[in-house]
């Protein structure tokens, strides 16, 4: 069916008024001036055309054809058949109607003239040659009628039938002309007018007087059910277009042009989605929500025509420009997909749903209304071709929807800020309607549910707009609005609810002109009271139902007249008097306009005062409150709650100030209520059962002003107290406004249940147990626990906490049926700000809402879907109400499902009524899964949070969220208004999902809840509905005495319960879930959550481990509640803790929680009495799974001192470190990772044989492994008795007497691995060992030592504790470290055997990096084993720390040095690490190559025999010393590796500490190496003691071994390197092992003799020897580097190696081989070691002299000086040693005994001036000048120094200086070239002061002997001046100048001079005396041929 357009029927399009079109009005139509009688109605007229009459056509208007009485579903039967505009009580619009009634009583007058009943009526502007005037342009069916505004006088009137011709409009957008002429003749003149609702005005005329011809079009209509083409007629009129039947001209849709979207027209693209304007169509668009509708021109004609002819007529005759939109490119198919996805609604919050028949006039609800008249057609809609169809109207949190109820698609969307008032037709109880303010059509509906429908909508526009809604009696007649809205116009001048002053002021002298001559008459003005209804009629239809402006003035006169019209109450009524009979349904709509007018006038300040003070209207108004018409009693309600500050609105714009507000309120309710009956009154119209749902919201209205903030204050203490003491006698029909539709209402309640529990404890105890007794507790658990998040649920979750708070009952049943876990949360404390927020604002969104309204605060308060739940988050159906009539009827339509489960649905003829009725919005039937918990939900209300039901399990440990642990307990009094319960945490509890051990809630559980509670809401409801049948309303009757006789329900909560299947398997003991306690994960800790009483729990876990077996009897193995439920066996279920089954899987869980039960409370819980019992039965159980168990559990109890001694004193001890044992069966180890792969996997390997028995025949059988012994025991080939034997056993013993073989056939899975095993015993181990300390409080040691301690070092346990390394467990090496650490620390007797346990070798072949507490252990014990075979070496300090630690040859001295003197932590990082420095040498590779293989060699297959046989001991035996080939060639000294310290390259500056310690070591080594001998044992002598021969050792070339008859002793040696080391170390093992004084102590001696035999041949192997050469040059090296470096530190010490030093430089004069590459390195070192001792300290040299070291060095010097030539480089031995002695000499020469003693060596002083010519070696040219200047303060050593031809040797170098490099030196760097120009520089430098001091000129503070001959030969040689310059001036000065050009007066010296002086030089060298000796006399007389010619003067003194 396509869209409809809004009810077409009614009448003009115009006549909308301010609320909404107006629907058909009644009566005939006559001509303006003729009377009209209220007791007659003419013959109505048809809402509808006929098949052949157009809607315009004037005989529709003449010929009114008869109605048709059509029985709708919703019609009574027994209705009156007078016509649908009397059964829905319209006032005539065209005869005279009855005078208004005074008192409800129908009164006649004589017959007056009355006013014509207008269409329309519109203020214009008329335009005339006097100027403009306002008017208003009121239309009738007859003609156009003009009023003045001010007097309502008709000013003109124009007939249509000759007066009038045409309206059209002009170029300007708001003007347009009428063409008339007066008394119907002359020419029509153009009358010009101007409105802004032109479109409207022209619509409404041309519909009764056409202008253009109809043209009709071919068309095809696009169908949207078959989308198929469809032919039909296109009908264009001056109005609009209509769309017509083909053959039978009937018309099925219409639209006004005044009516179309922008844009108008949509062009369809063709069917391959291209732009056409022929190929694809066109579509129509309408406002208002209507559907779009698609059309094609047929053949005849184009779209372009019809699309034209469309937009021309519009422009021409309406004004209006069509817009056309060609840019679109969709096609028909599109067209179709977007029309049904267009105006969805479904997208916001809803509030409910409702099924309703929808009354259409013609055309499908299309066509207008073209007359006055209407009635009920045969089709069942309105007017003869109306229609009635099903519909689904569904309210959103914005819009009103209308849905198809076959496909659920949407029809019409308006949106609520259109809706303008609602109206409930009086006489028929299912008929109502809405009215628009935007233009839109009235919607007229009818349904059996149509007052909760009607509240509901009110509601909710309400709360939305903020302002109050009118609900009308009737429809609001077309021509009292003035201005009504019309589509087109609306879009440019939207509706605004407000009216100006102006306006206001209008209408009120309307009023005031009428009310006077009422007042006034009497009766006896004719028509007063009818004129003055007429105007109240026109103002409730022109001024807002919000009122009128604030400040404006009415006359007392209209507020007199008001108030006489208003019914008088009978003063003789008592209280508790029932409503008066109900009026007319026509006097009460009379009624009711009045009291809507005085509402509106009530906005007024002035008038407000007026009618306070006005006792009568007091009186009336209020005793409207008994008036028989419920909607006259709403509408009274209404009133009374506006001036007291209550219902919808903002109020408080009456005053200025909050204060006056306060006051006026007060004011208002003091004189309201000043007569007391008015209480019991108002509160009893919520007394009976068929109470309307819009009177009880009014009435409530008025109980929220009172009661409730912000008001409630306002309210006098004793209208307070009696007010709410009548409120709470309503009791269970109060609970019945729960159900009410409006959702105020039932907040509003729950804040009142709330002010009576706070006010009055009395009536809050009884309502509580009302509350539960009625079943309004358990109904609303349900919504709590269920409703999507809103207000709803808030609502009651509010009325939950307050009747069941601190109420036992209560309580009791949440118990009952909720689990414990959830039920705790309410007796926890809440967070205070939390509590105080729920304390004082219990319905925080009603509240804000409040306060909104009456502080202008603004805002929605109805929840938006981010506040709330998602808005597609719940089917469509589940929102449906479970709507009641308004007498209790069920909505047969509705009740299609129950909000609960549709197993339980009622059927739909049972009554219910509507105190037990559900709220309309229905719980879903499932909670959807998007409906989660939010943070931002959390926190901002407590009653804000969802449910989660995603799955996702959220634990205890919310960091915002605690678990229930602590009771709380409050005395606070019922009615305090305090909740003592945690119903925060309760509520947020509920909604999550829960894992725990306390509780198990998730969204299965929730569901089981639900199904329960609907379940027995239900069966509640349906007992009552059969004794509702019996006794109506005695269910819900009082506890008063006329209900005594009357059969009662009451709700039997105390058997109530509820049972969780999905829970039944679980195994629960004290309120705990064993399961989820012991999912702790597989690290086995405690979870950590709290208990709430642990000793009772642990108790009930203890009694339940117990009682298990006594659980009855199992059927093939099975417990009976595992086979199913049987009458013949008791429920265990119902049994706390036997729940889940029985056996040993609960045992096994028992175990487990009491583990992780004591391992948290065990402080709590205190000493366990059955912990020896515990210990016992871990022994001797055969469960496997049970004794892992119990194993945690011992560990657990051992946090107690008292439960360790009670299970030691049972032989805990032993058992654990059996336990121990266990983990060397683990078959997979964990993987070490290292940095070498070469420890790899080894290849499967067979078992090792360990175990041997007796056969039943006496026969020993084995050796056989384990899993053998397992496979005969299974086969029951042994038994118990069998005698079992392994190696380490000292006996045969019973196989039951073997603990390893008994736990070993131990039934059932184990669920601890063999490590884990190992772990827990080892934690038991060490709470043992800790838990009596070996010191006391003084810390003095303790003896005898702790029991625990005596037993784990005892021969039975130690060796097996030390044995745990070997199972390469990190955790367990680890833990058995430290715990061997405990025990032998101040356990001496145990310390010094600990090697014996073979301890330290598993520890080294642990190839771990978690080193830590193994290198605690070394650190401890290493030094302090008795491993060489006596006590008293285990306590020797005189062996160095290789000789005294066990770990010495097992790993290098830096490592020991480390362990030593940096500590555990160190060693271990040292361990782990790759480190190849000066102090440490150790790799990976050395690790595991050489350390771990050679001790797992060792060791042999030890471990695979641990893994068959655990309690094997391991025979100890002493290790060969580990080799490593990276310190083959290394030495180590105190704390450092030599050969890198040595190393300048890769370790140039390394840091040496200890320098003196250091240097005493280097001595004490180096004399140690020099006294070495090589060993007096030979290696046959050798071989003799280990038992073994070379032929077995000696390797041959091919790999084989060698015969002795191969070696010779020319080869011996060669050979003795070959020997196969691998076989040494067995043979050595062997002989070890046999010989060791622990096993054999008459075998000391040969075992020191096995000792030494092994060290020989690895002395020989290693060729060690005698003295090396090599180590003897490292320590020389060493100690020159430690004095080059830090001579400094060492000059107060005395060298003590010169004896040694100078022993190493001596040479022998017959040796010629001195300087061989294996004897000059150790002279370079040596004679750079002297050099650098002497010049560290002076004492070193006075020692190095005193020893005749000069001799040595001077010899030494000589031979080398042999052997140098001039042209020698520096790196030469020889040269090397001459640099060194000569940097010896040039120290030694400053002392005078060293200089003596070089004066008295003959020829040293030669060599010494030889060196100078040793040009490449720089260093030694130096120090040969400095011992020449050192020596010159001696006259005999110049004289000898001169002899030796010092001047002719040095002489040269003084012409070698260059200062240029000098000054290049700091400015760069310098390459070979200069480097050597620099030491020319030097060696001139030096020659200078050498020659300085020779002379006696020397001024650098020592003094030297004058010696002329030497400096007159100097005078000669480089003239006077210069000579002179060596006296006092710097050297580099004599230098510049020796090198330059010099001429002056004073000196000539240039290159020639220097020529001749070289070639003087160098004869004179040749010039030797016979004895070797140079003469100075020729020299002194020396002259410079090129200065021959030069005149030399001579100065004399």
Not at 164 to 184: K, Y
Not at 854 to 864: F, H, I, W
Not at 1244 to 1255: A, H, L, R, V
Not at 1312 to 1321: K, M
Request: aromatic share 6%; hydrophobic share 40%.
């Amino acid at each position: 069916m396509e869209r409809t357009c809004q009810d077409a029927n009614e009448k003009t399009r115009n006549s909308q008024s301010h609320s909404p079109t107006t629907l058909s009005v009644s009566g005939d139509r006559r001509t303006r001036g003729q009377d009209r009688r209220g007791e007659g109605i003419s013959a109505p007229r048809s809402a509808a055309l006929g098949a052949n009459h157009s809607r315009h056509s004037p005989a529709a208007q003449a010929q009114p054809p008869p109605f048709f009485q059509l029985p709708l579903p919703w019609r009574k039967p027994n209705a009156r058949r007078r016509g649908l505009l009397e059964d829905m009580d319209f006032a005539s619009r065209h005869t005279a109607s009855a005078p208004p009634p005074a008192a409800g009583a129908d009164a006649s007058s004589s017959a007056v003239t009355e006013e014509p009943e207008y269409l329309a009526r519109y203020f214009v502007v008329k335009h005339s040659w006097r100027g403009r005037y306002r008017r208003i342009l009121c239309i009738e069916a007859s003609g156009v009628v003009t009023l003045d505004p001010g007097t309502l006088a008709v000013t003109n009137s124009y007939d249509f039938g000759a007066e009038f011709d045409r309206a059209a409009p002009e170029s300007n957008a708001t003007e347009f002309t009428l063409s008339v002429r007066t008394d119907g003749k002359g020419k029509f003149k153009a009358m010009r007018f101007s409105s802004p609702l032109r479109a409207g005005i022209l619509t409404e005329l041309h519909r009764l007087r056409p202008v253009h011809p109809v043209v009709e079009f071919p068309v095809l209509h696009l169908r949207r059910r078959t989308q198929e083409w469809a032919p039909f007629k296109i009908k264009v009129t001056s109005l609009g277009i209509e769309l017509l039947e083909v053959h039978s001209g009937n018309l099925r849709w219409c639209l006004d042009f005044r009516d179309m979207d922008s844009p108008a027209i949509l062009l369809l693209g063709d069917s391959y989605g291209r732009r056409s304007a022929e190929g694809g169509g066109f579509v129509l668009c309408p406002l208002y929500g209507r559907k779009s509708k698609a059309f094609m021109a047929a053949s005849g004609s184009t779209n372009t025509v019809i699309i034209s002819y469309l937009t021309k007529t519009a422009k021409s005759s309406i004004g209006l420009s069509l817009s056309v939109d060609n840019s679109q490119s969709m096609t028909a198919a599109d067209f179709i997909a977007k029309r049904a996805n267009e105006a969805v609604g479904a997208a916001e919050t809803r509030h409910g749903e409702w099924s309703v028949i929808r009354l259409r006039p013609a055309a499908h609800g299309t066509a207008c209304i073209e007359s006055l008249s209407l009635g009920i057609g045969p089709r069942g809609g309105l007017g003869e071709q109306g229609d009635s169809v099903s519909r689904q109207l569904v309210l959103t949190n914005t819009s009103l929807v209308e849905r198809r109820p076959e496909n659920y698609e949407a029809t019409i969307v308006r949106p609520l800020s259109a809706v303008s008032a609602l109206v409930r037709f009086a006489e028929e109880p299912q008929m109502f309607a809405f009215e628009f303010n935007d233009g839109c059509p009235i919607h007229v509906y009818a349904s059996t549910s149509r007052d909760n429908l009607i509240a509901t909508v009110l509601d909710v526009l309400q709360t939305q707009r903020q302002c109050a809604i009118p609900v009308l009696p009737r429809l609001t007649m077309p021509g009292h609005r003035i201005d009504p809205p019309c589509g087109a116009s609306n879009l440019q001048i939207p509706h605004h609810a407000a009216v100006d002053m102006e306006a206001a002021n209008m209408y009120i002298k309307h009023l005031a002109a009428v009310a006077k001559e009422a007042v006034a008459s009497s009766d006896t003005i004719p028509g007063a009271k009818i004129r003055l209804w007429r105007r109240i009629r026109e103002f409730n239809a022109c001024i807002p139902y919000t009122g009128v402006p604030i400040n404006i003035e009415v006359p007392e006169v209209v507020l007199m007249a008001l108030i006489s019209l208003l019914p008088a109450t009978p003063q003789n009524l008592t209280a508790d008097a029932p409503p008066l009979p109900p009026p007319s349904p026509k006097a009460a709509a009379t009624i009711m306009g009045f009291v809507a007018c005085l509402r509106r006038l009530l906005t007024s300040r002035s008038v407000s005062s007026h009618v306070m003070a006005f006792p009568v209207a007091v009186g009336r108004i209020m005793g409207l409150l008994r008036n028989g018409s419920e909607g006259v009693a709403a509408e009274a309600a209404g009133l009374v709650a506006m001036l007291i500050g209550g219902g919808p609105g903002d109020t408080s714009m009456l005053m200025d100030t909050r204060g006056e507000s306060h006051a006026t309120y007060m004011h208002a309710k003091s004189v309201l209520f000043a007569q007391p009956i008015y209480v019991p009154v108002l509160v009893s119209r919520l007394k009976p059962l068929s109470v309307s749902p819009l009177l009880s919201l009014s009435v409530v209205e008025i109980l929220e002003a009172m009661l409730c903030d912000p008001h409630g204050e306002t309210t006098q203490h004793a209208t307070f107290v009696e007010l709410l003491r009548q409120v709470a006698g309503l009791r269970r029909r109060l609970f019945a406004l729960f159900a009410h539709p409006a959702e105020s209402v039932r907040e509003t309640i729950s804040v009142i249940m709330r002010t009576i529990a706070e006010e009055d404890a009395i009536a809050a105890e009884s309502m509580r147990d009302a509350a539960l007794k009625d079943g309004a507790l358990l109904r609303h658990l349900l919504n709590a626990f269920f409703f999507p998040a809103g207000e709803r649920r808030d609502v009651s979750r509010q009325l939950v906490a307050l009747w069941a708070d601190s109420y036992q009952p209560a309580l009791d049943l949440l118990s009952r049926i909720l689990p414990p876990g959830l039920v705790a949360y309410l007796h926890t404390r809440s967070d205070e700000d939390s509590q105080n927020q729920y304390d004082e604002v219990p319905l925080s969104r009603r509240q804000r809402r409040i306060l909104q309204q009456r502080r202008a605060l603004g805002g929605k308060s109805t929840e938006t879907p981010e506040q709330g739940m998602p808005p597609n988050s719940v089917d469509d159906g589940d929102f449906r109400h479970a709507n009641v009539g308004p007498y209790g009827g069920a909505d047969v339509h509705q009740r299609h499902v129950s909000q609960y489960s549709t197993a339980h649905t009622p059927s739909p003829a049972t009554s219910v009524d509507p105190s037990r009725a559900v709220p309309h919005v229905a719980v879903p039937e499932s909670v959807p899964e998007n409906h989660q918990l939010g943070i931002s939900q959390l926190n901002s209300h407590p009653y804000s949070v969802d449910s989660t039901a995603n799955g996702d399990l959220i634990e205890s440990s919310h960091s915002d969220f605690s678990v229930p642990a602590q009771v709380v307990v409050g005395n606070t009094p019922v009615g305090s208004g305090r909740l003592l319960c945690n119903w925060y945490g309760f509520w947020r509890a509920f909604g999550l999902d829960h894992n725990r051990a306390d509780l198990i809630w998730n969204e299965r559980t929730r569901q089981e809840l639900r199904e329960a509670l609907q379940a027995e809401v239900h069966n509640l409801d349906v007992e009552k509905e059969r004794t509702d049948d019996i006794v109506p309303g005695s269910s819900v009757s009082e506890d008063d005495g006329s209900s005594d006789t009357l059969p009662r329900i009451s709700w039997n909560y105390a058997e109530f319960l509820v049972s969780y299947p999905s829970l039944s398997k679980e195994v629960c003991v004290g309120q705990y879930y064993l399961r989820l306690l012991l999912e702790s994960g597989s690290n086995y800790r405690a979870q950590d959550f709290p208990l709430r009483d642990p000793v009772a729990f642990f108790r009930a876990l203890y009694h339940r481990f117990l009682c298990d077996a006594d659980i009855g009897l199992t059927v093939d193995g099975a417990v009976p509640d595992e086979l199913g439920s049987s009458d013949d066996w008791c429920d265990m279920g119902r049994l706390d803790g036997f729940g889940g089954g029985g056996g040993s899987s609960v045992r096994d869980l028992c175990s487990r929680a009491m583990a992780i039960v004591y391992e948290q409370h065990y402080k709590v819980i205190g000493p366990f009495d059955g912990t020896a019992h515990i210990t016992v039965l871990l022994d001797r159980t055969d469960d496997r799974a049970l004794r892992h168990r119990l194993l945690l559990l011992l560990k657990a109890f051992m946090n107690d001192l008292s439960n360790v001694e009670a299970c030691v004193l049972v032989g805990g001890c032993v058992l654990a470190v059996d336990l121990l044992t266990v983990a060397h069966e683990a078959s997979e180890r964990t993987a070490i990772p290292l940095q070498s792969n070469l420890i790899a996997s080894t290849a499967f390997t067979e078992p090792s044989k360990e175990w041997m028995y007796i056969d039943k025949d006496g026969t020993k059988v084995g050796p056989l492994e384990k899993d053998a012994i397992r496979r005969l025991w299974s086969k029951k080939s042994i038994d118990w008795t069998t005698k079992c034997w392994a190696s380490s056993m000292s006996d045969w013993k019973r196989l039951r007497d073997i603990r390893e073989l008994r736990w070993a056939l131990s039934v059932r899975t184990p669920v601890l691995t063999s490590t884990q095993i190992g772990d827990a015993a080892l934690s038991i181990l060490h709470s043992m060992a800790s838990a009596h300390s070996d010191l006391d409080d003084a810390g003095e040691i303790v003896t005898p030592t702790p029991m625990v301690k005596r037993i784990l070092s005892s021969p039975r346990c130690l060796p097996h504790v030390a044995q745990a390394i070997l199972t390469g467990e990190p955790s367990i090496v680890e833990v058995s470290a430290s715990l061997l650490k405990a025990i032998v620390t101040r356990n001496p007797k145990a310390m010094i055997r600990l090697y014996s346990t073979g301890a330290f070798y598993f520890a080294l072949a642990y190839p771990g990096s978690n080193l830590l507490s193994i290198a605690q252990l070394f650190s401890a014990t290493h030094t302090h084993q008795a491993f060489h075979g006596g006590e008293e070496a285990a306590v020797s300090s005189s062996l160095p720390l290789a000789k005294r630690s066990v770990l010495g040859g097992l790993l290098p001295e830096s490592l020991l040095y480390v362990l030593e003197c940096s500590g555990p932590s160190a060693f271990a990082a040292a361990m782990v690490s790759d480190s190849d420095t000066p102090e440490i040498i150790w790799t990976h590779k050395m690790r595991a190559e050489h350390l771990i293989r050679q001790v797992l060699q060792h060791l042999g297959d030890f471990s695979q025999k641990l893994a068959q046989h655990c309690h094997s001991l391991y025979d100890y035996a002493p290790m060969p010393p580990v080799t490593y080939p990276n310190l083959k060639d290394e030495m180590w000294c105190h704390r450092y590796y030599l050969r890198n310290l040595c190393d300048d390259i890769r370790f140039p500056n390394w840091p040496i500490v200890e320098h003196v310690e250091f240097l005493q070591s280097l001595l004490a080594m180096w004399r140690e190496e020099l006294t070495r001998r090589p060993m007096d044992l030979s290696e046959e002598e050798a071989c003799k003691i280990l038992e073994i021969t070379l032929d077995d050792l000696v390797i041959g070339e091919n790999g084989s071994s060698k015969k002795s008859s191969e070696l010779n002793l020319a080869n011996l040696a060669k050979n003795i390197e070959n020997i196969d080391e691998e076989k040494l170390k067995r043979q050595y093992r062997k002989l070890a092992i046999k010989y060791h004084p622990d096993k054999n102590p008459e075998g000391r001696e040969k075992f020191v003799a096995v000792q030494k035999a092994y060290e020989r041949l690895q002395a020989s192997m290693q060729g060690l020897q005698g003295p090396q050469v090599w180590r003897l040059i490292l320590l020389l090296k060493a100690q020159c580097i430690l004095y080059k470096r830090y001579g400094h530190v060492l000059e107060p010490f005395k060298y003590a190696g010169y004896p040694m030093l100078l022993n190493a430089v001596t040479v022998d004069k017959d040796d010629s081989n001195f300087l061989s590459s294996d004897r000059a390195p150790l002279l370079i070192a040596a004679s750079e070691l002297i050099w650098l001792t002497c010049a560290s300290s002076s004492l070193n040299g006075e020692e190095l002299i005193r020893d005749s070291g000069i001799p040595l060095l001077a010899t030494l010097l000589s031979r080398c000086m042999g052997i140098v030539q001039p042209t020698t480089p520096a790196h030469e031995p020889a040269a090397r040693i001459v640099t060194n002695i000569m940097h010896t000499f040039s120290v030694l020469s400053q002392f005078e005994s060293g200089r003596l003693e070089i004066l008295k060596f003959g020829g040293l002083v030669e060599d010494i001036v030889h060196c100078t010519e040793l040009e490449f070696v720089p260093s030694a040219v130096d120090a040969a000048l400095q011992t020449a200047a050192n020596v010159s303060v001696s006259s005999e050593l110049q004289n000898a120094l001169l002899a030796a031809g010092f001047l002719w040797f040095v002489l040269p170098l003084l012409l070698q200086y260059d200062s240029t490099a000098e000054e290049n030196e700091t400015n760069e760097s310098h390459g070979v070239g200069a480097r050597v120009q620099i030491a020319k520089n030097l060696h001139a430098i030096h020659t200078a002061q050498a020659l300085s001091k020779l002379c006696g000129l020397g001024g650098d503070g020592i003094s030297s002997p004058s010696n002329l001959p030497a400096f007159n030969t100097l005078r000669a040689l480089l003239t006077p001046r210069l000579a002179d310059m060596l006296r006092n001036y710097p050297p580099k000065e004599l230098l510049s100048n020796l090198n330059s050009n010099l001429e002056s007066p004073e000196i000539i010296w240039n290159s020639s001079t220097r020529g001749e002086l070289l070639k003087f030089v160098d004869e004179q060298r040749t010039s030797q005396g016979p004895d070797g000796s140079y003469d100075l006399t020729e020299s002194q007389s020396f002259t410079y041929q090129a200065l021959s010619k030069e005149l030399k003067l001579v100065m004399s003194t």
